[in-house]
């Protein structure tokens, strides 16, 4: 699969071919706390107003927790009031996918890491511009890396 990642000298460069991340649901169990491994894993989702990225203003990347993939930037991140982080777009399409999602009685677009398809979120058509979206992210479903230490991600994600 073809996807952006940080080079050695902490540029998000790419698409770079990388292979995708699959591990058993006790290694998934071994390596995230029980409230990632029930969201990224589970597709669960935390209460709003609640998780630890939500008002976080740091400048830096938001990378899958369970794969480490550059997912979103801090420069895309909005304050959208409905208790999530939201983002108006990934660090590149081809490292979030989407997936049509019935559950709950309603129709909504699921959002999943492309390396491993940890569970991120979901994504609406009632963000700002520039592209009007908004994709509501679990903080449990990310980890966050601060931008001088960008240059860390340039090894490619844990298998």
């Not at 698409?15 to 669960?44: D, H, N, S, Y």
């Not at 991140?77 to 009685?105: A, L, Y």
């Not at 699921?110 to 963000?127: K, M, P, S, T």
């Amino acid at each position: 699969m073809r996807l952006k990642v940080f080079n050695d000298r902490g540029e998000l460069t790419g698409p770079v071919e990388l292979p995708p991340v699959r591990k058993a649901e006790a290694e998934w169990r071994a390596q995230l706390t029980p409230a990632q491994f029930e969201i990224a894993r589970g597709k669960g989702t935390e209460r709003p107003f609640c998780g630890l990225l939500l008002d976080h203003k740091r400048e830096g990347a938001y990378v899958c927790v369970c794969c480490r993939l550059p997912l979103f930037l801090s420069g895309a991140k909005f304050q959208s009031g409905t208790g999530w982080p939201s983002f108006f777009q990934p660090v590149g399409t081809e490292n979030v996918v989407t997936r049509e999602d019935r559950t709950h009685r309603m129709a909504r677009v699921e959002i999943l890491c492309a390396r491993c398809e940890a569970h991120l979120g979901h994504v609406f058509n009632d963000g700002p511009p520039p592209t009007g979206l908004r994709f509501c992210v679990n903080s449990e479903s990310l980890a966050f890396v601060d931008a001088q230490e960008f240059a860390s991600l340039a090894e490619a994600p844990p298998d």
